[in-house]
């Protein structure tokens, strides 16, 4: 079979496409199928998160193109940049996948996260967009390389290890600096409702 074993310098021609959302692109090692019908072995030496309009070099010298599936998504914005800052950390402090824009921030669709965004004065509107989230601090793997992942919101009382034995302080719980008047409405705590 054939291999992709690196990506692509730029610029290259594209030979074929392959359409992947977010999670999908996440890969080290796996049989994939261009969007034209070429089965090829992806074979990278890390797992990396392939971003869109990267090229994966095949051993014939062939390129194939990632480009980025349309995803169900929230675009979150603020009143002003200050407000959509402080958006910003209540997302990060959630461990959530975010990719960063101007005036706004793409993450996935979450009932829970929605309702915690809008009582802090966001506006938050379903749309269906590539998703490529910023890389996390300790790699482009996002979620695995930190040692944990939170699944939506949380009361913030519990303990979890890092994997990556860096010792490193952050907080679960505490506000955010500054948040708009809207956001005075907003429960002090965060939890998820059964149902």
Do not use: C
């Amino acid at each position: 079979m054939i291999r992709a074993s690196q990506i692509a310098a730029r610029p290259y021609e594209a030979a074929d496409t392959i359409t992947l959302d977010e999670t999908a692109r996440h890969r080290r090692r796996m049989v994939l199928t261009s969007d034209g019908g070429l089965s090829f072995l992806l074979d990278l030496p890390a797992a990396r998160l392939l971003r869109h309009g990267e090229g994966l070099l095949l051993d014939d010298g062939r390129v194939i193109e990632v480009r980025a599936a349309p995803e169900a998504l929230f675009a979150v914005s603020g009143e002003n940049p200050r407000h959509l800052h402080a958006l910003a950390w209540q997302i990060g402090n959630r461990h959530l996948a975010a990719q960063i824009e101007d005036g706004r921030i793409l993450i996935r669709r979450d009932h829970v996260i929605e309702a915690m965004l809008t009582g802090l004065g966001a506006t938050v509107t379903p749309v269906d967009e590539p998703f490529d989230p910023e890389g996390g601090a300790y790699g482009d793997s996002h979620d695995e390389s930190h040692g944990h992942h939170h699944h939506g919101a949380h009361t913030g009382d519990h303990a979890h290890a890092h994997a990556h034995g860096d010792a490193h302080g952050h907080s679960h719980h505490g506000e955010a600096p500054d948040m708009p008047q809207s956001a005075a409405a907003a429960p002090a705590s965060h939890s998820i409702k059964a149902g």
